[in-house]
Nanobody, 122 residues
Framework: QLQASGGGLVQPGGSLKLSCTAS????????IGWFHQAPEKERKGVSR?????????????AKGRFTISRDNTSRDNTRNTVYLQMNSLKPEDTAVYYC????????????WGQGTLVTVSS
């Protein structure tokens, strides 16, 4: 399973760094996506990164503000982490953020983590 963490309350213009960790699966083997779900809205993709980390994709609202990365250096694959650095946060970024894993691009996401709440408010 996956676990997203790092959310919290931040003022507009502030930054947060979310982490996605796993238990029971080797994170290195999966492409990871970050999603968010605002209150009373559908869950939407924010960013994704390939298994190797060589390919990243962002939705337009995240471009230039968010950076997805992964640390595949641990010998224990289950300890590796995927990050979402979020800068210049806006109130409309307020949502629960989830990470998910899939074997490769184009396949369904197989594993989902419990979300972490990000609140951007003054």
């Amino acid at each position: 399973q996956l676990q997203a963490s790092g959310g919290g309350l931040v003022q507009p213009g502030g930054s947060l760094k979310l982490s996605c960790t796993a238990s029971g699966i080797a994170v290195n083997d999966y492409a990871i996506g970050w999603f968010h779900q605002a209150p009373e809205k559908e869950r939407k993709g924010v960013s994704r990164i390939s298994n190797s980390g060589s390919s990243t994709v962002y939705v337009d609202s995240a471009k230039g503000r968010f950076t997805i990365s992964r640390d595949n250096t641990s010998r224990d694959n289950t300890r590796n982490t995927v990050y979402l650095q979020m800068n210049s946060l806006k109130p409309e970024d307020t949502a629960v953020y989830y990470c998910a894993a899939r074997s490769s691009s184009g396949t369904p996401y197989q594993y989902w983590g419990q979300g972490t709440l990000v609140t951007v408010s003054s």
